[in-house]
C-alpha cells in the first residue's frame, strides 16, 4: 500500500463521546411531551438527521405536529444539547485519543477533523483538543451527508494530501462507505459486525498504534 501522510478521524464516538448528549436533549424532549424515550429507541437515531431523528421520537409517543411545531421542538432540543456540551471537559476525550495523537505527530502525520457535527469546534475548544488538528472539516463546511464522499474529500484537499495517503476513522457505516467512496482506507471504531465494510476495526482508539497503519 501507498504511504501514509494524513489520519482523518469522525469527532462523535471516535474522539469524544457526545451521543450521550444528544441522547439526554431526546429524552428531555420526549417527557417534556409527556412520554418516555428509552436507549432503546435512540438506537434508530444514530446517524440520522435531526428532523428525521425528531420524526422518529414523535413516532414513538403516538404524536403528530405541524411542521412549524416540529421546527420549534428541533431548535429546542438543538439548544439543549448545546448547553450540554458546553459543560464538556478534556477529561471527556476517549480513552488512547490523546496517546494516539502524539504518536502519530512523532510521525508527521498530519490530523484532520472530519465530522457532520455543526458544533464541533464548541466540543474541541471544551476538550482541549483544537491544538491537535491541522485541518477541521464540519458541517459547517459541507452540503452532503455521508456516505457521500465530500467531508472526507475536503479534508485531504485541506491537508494537501492524496485521499490514497489517508486513512479515516468512524464509527458509523455510513461514514465507513464515505471513507471507501472517497478512495480512502478505513479503521472502524466499535462492532466488526456493522463495521465490517472498513480495513480495519479496533474497539476504540486505546487499541491504536503506529505500526497498524500498514492495512
Known sequence: MGTIRA?????DGVVVDTAKYHYLAWKRLANELGFDFSEEHNEKLK?????????IL???GGIALSMQDQLVLADKKNNWYKEYIGKMTPE??????????????????????????????TILERTNLMEWFDAIIDGNKTQKA????????????????????????EDAEAGIEAALNAG????????????????????GLHEMKFEKLTL
Open 7 to 11: 489520519c482523518i478521524f469522525d469527532l
Open 47 to 55: 446517524g440520522v438527521s435531526r428532523m428525521e431523528s425528531l420524526r
Open 58 to 60: 414523535l413516532e414513538v
Open 92 to 121: 471527556e476525550v476517549l480513552p488512547g485519543a490523546i496517546s494516539f495523537f502524539t504518536e502519530l505527530k512523532s510521525h508527521g502525520i498530519k490530523l484532520g477533523l472530519g465530522s457532520a457535527s455543526k458544533n464541533a469546534s
Open 146 to 169: 455521508k456516505p457521500d464522499p465530500e467531508v472526507f474529500l475536503l479534508g485531504a484537499k485541506a491537508l494537501d494530501t492524496k485521499p490514497s495517503e489517508c486513512i479515516v476513522f
Open 184 to 203: 480512502m482506507r478505513c479503521v472502524g471504531i466499535g462492532d466488526p459486525r456493522i463495521l465490517g465494510k472498513a480495513n480495519l476495526v479496533v474497539a
